[in-house]
């Protein structure tokens, strides 16, 4: 329940640093150029995210995941940084200047459309049921009807293909994170991500400077807009889509519209028509229906982390060998029998998940002197589906210690040696964080002499002893890899 509702509360935030940018550009493209805005935007972000994770793990170690991060996956942190931040701030930017702030975002709006046709592809898991994409056919009923309206009223029709190009590249940008960068932590990854988009745009700002003027009330929004918005906004909504599916996360860009047209209204003097306001009413039943659907119909996060775990487990096991269905439950139970009892209504279930997707297949093997026996194996996707798993852990995989010795167990199958290494080296630093801890008062872990209760004492001492000798075993470990190479 917890997680959900901290879910939602990001939703919150994120719905609201989407809707005001509209007026915030709009403002700030009063007097400044489009190119000149979005450097600034995006310095300023980045200037506040490089703050806030000097404050929470300090600059060397704010240095060293960014660099790995760039280092590991180039393409995809460029081309996040490039249709995620860059192009559409740009496109945005140049489009308001010809449509009404509240037209482009309701074209914006249309973004969960093109990421869920995005993920039909690159996601199979994350596709829509049939009765929750049936919720997104009269959101976008009403979002069309929004954008014909203003476009009629205004005449700026074709200068509106700029903020829906827009949505496509946001789309394609969230969709990058959710399939290549799901499991880099967000707030490095925002913070090169920013990074990325004022070094792209820098040029073009550099080459319109002349025309700069100094007047106050754009300066003020381009502030807000890239400390607030582009800053602590984007890296809400890193984290949101890092939560939950690419689908869920971008239906806040349903809701900021509705936000974005009621700030030009009263702000721009923006007019508001009954058909403008029929349309958003449509838009907000639809995107609501779509929230009461998806949780009735999701499993506890807890249950989900569980069948991720099991099926790791059973991909490990049968990348060792073929396995009857006994013999892989019987070795499953001694892995993960301390976690959770392996029963046939876990293991089986978990198999036709992933014979459904084709990691693993059946082959008969005649029995000696008895009926046929079904052999498990791994396919050749399945072979790759492990290494992913194994070598693109997530952060609860490392941070877990149930999840961490899962993945520890087959961490022999990975054949690269740095990949080895960078995941030891990724349970060490979360074991070596000095404000982890059990027990926690104002971000410092109490000594033993402070806790109120020698039971509490009794878990951190425990808890520290097995993380001395686990931290020893890793840095030995480690050592003695870079010896061999």
């Known amino acids: 329940m917890a997680h959900r509702r901290w879910n939602g509360l990001l939703g919150v935030w994120v719905t609201l640093t989407l809707g005001v940018p509209f007026l915030l550009i709009s403002v700030a493209g009063s007097g400044l150029p489009a190119a000149v805005v979005t450097c600034l935007r995006f310095g300023l972000a980045f200037s506040t995210l490089v703050t806030v994770s000097t404050a929470r793990t300090g600059l060397a170690r704010a240095v060293r995941g960014a660099g790995v991060l760039i280092r590991e996956k ?221 949780r009735s119909t999701a499993r506890p996060s807890q249950s989900l982390e569980v069948r991720a775990m099991l099926e790791l487990a059973i991909l490990g096991f049968l990348a060792e060998q073929s396995l009857h269905a006994y013999e892989l439950r019987r070795r499953l139970a001694v892995l993960l029998g301390h976690v959770r009892p392996v029963s046939d209504g876990a293991l089986y279930p978990a198999l036709k998940r992933l014979q459904q997707k084709q990691l693993v297949v059946r082959r008969p093997e005649p029995g000696a002197g008895g009926p046929t026996r079904q052999v498990l194996e791994l396919t050749g996707a399945g072979r790759a589906e492990l290494q992913h798993r194994l070598t693109e852990p997530s952060e609860l995989d490392i941070t877990d210690r149930n999840k961490y010795f899962v993945v520890l167990a087959f961490l022999h199958l990975v054949p690269s040696r740095q990949a080895q290494a960078e995941i030891l080296r990724r349970r060490l630093d979360f074991l070596q964080d000095p404000q982890r801890g059990f027990f926690v008062d104002n971000d410092r872990v109490l000594r033993r002499d402070e806790l109120s209760s020698p039971f509490r004492a009794g878990i951190q001492q425990i808890a520290r002893a097995t993380s001395s000798a686990e931290q020893k075993w890793l840095a030995s470990t480690l050592d003695a890899m870079r010896t061999a190479t």
Do not use: K
């Not at 200068?159 to 967000?186: D, I």
């Not at 007019?271 to 009413?281: F, K, M, T, V, Y």
């Open 74 to 294: 180039p393409v995809e942190v460029i081309g996040v940084g490039v249709c995620s931040a860059a192009l559409p701030s740009v496109l945005i930017t140049v489009g308001e200047h010809h449509v009404q702030t509240g037209l482009s975002s309701l074209l914006l709006s249309t973004t969960p459309l093109w990421i869920a046709v995005g993920s039909h592809i690159l996601l199979p898991s994350e596709r829509l049921r049939w009765h929750q994409a049936a919720c997104l056919v009269p959101a976008l009923c009403g979002t069309a009807l929004l954008a014909g309206n203003a476009g009629r009223a205004g005449g700026a029709m074709p200068w509106a293909l700029l903020p829906l190009f827009a949505a496509v590249s946001y789309a394609v940008g969230n969709l990058l994170v959710r399939s290549r960068l799901r499991t880099a932590e967000a707030l490095t990854l925002t913070c090169v991500q920013m990074g990325v988009a004022t070094i792209v745009s820098a040029p073009f700002a550099a080459a319109r400077v002349g025309s700069v003027r100094w007047e106050a009330g754009p300066w003020a929004a381009v502030a807000v807009l890239g400390v607030v918005c582009s800053g602590l906004g984007w890296f809400a909504n890193t984290l949101l889509l890092q939560r939950v599916s690419a689908v869920r996360a971008s239906l806040v860009s349903f809701a900021a519209p509705v936000v974005a047209v009621l700030l030009g209204a009263i702000v721009l003097r923006e007019r508001l028509s009954h058909l403008q306001l029929e349309a958003a009413g449509v838009v907000l039943v639809s995107v609501a229906a779509f929230v009461v659907l998806t």
